[in-house]
């Protein structure tokens, strides 16, 4: 059974940076991308980042040129480094991996406030 293990999530203040983790394991078929979404209350997921296994990344543009993704020489953890972060930022954040399958890590909060 495939398992994604998040961690990195917190408080932080306006301007701040958070780097998120996710540690995919028993992954039976190659993973040909992970990523990042997030979810505010109310609202539905949206996709924050992406990358694939070549190492081609692609960001929402609310985040492009504040956060980074990048993955392990493993490739089974993926990161996503938080920069500049905004109020706007806070929400649930869900680790995301794609075989022929999709899976979801449990989500971590990430609060940006002063």
């Known amino acids: 059974q495939v398992q994604l293990v998040e961690s990195g999530g917190g408080q932080v203040q306006p301007g701040g940076s958070v780097r998120l983790s996710c540690v995919a394991s028993?992954?039976?078929?190659?993973?040909?991308?992970m990523g990042w979404y997030r979810q505010y209350p109310g609202k539905q997921r949206e996709l924050v980042a992406i990358i694939t296994t070549n190492g081609t990344p692609d960001y929402a543009d609310s985040v492009k040129g504040r956060f980074t993704i990048s993955r392990d020489n493993a490739e089974n953890t993926v990161y996503l480094q938080m920069s500049s972060l905004r109020p706007e930022d806070s929400a649930v954040y869900y680790c995301?991996?794609?075989?022929?399958?999709?899976?979801w890590g449990q989500g971590t909060q990430v609060t940006v406030s002063s």
């Open positions: 995301y991996v794609r075989t022929l399958f999709t899976y």
């Open positions: 028993r992954t039976r078929f190659s993973i040909k991308a």
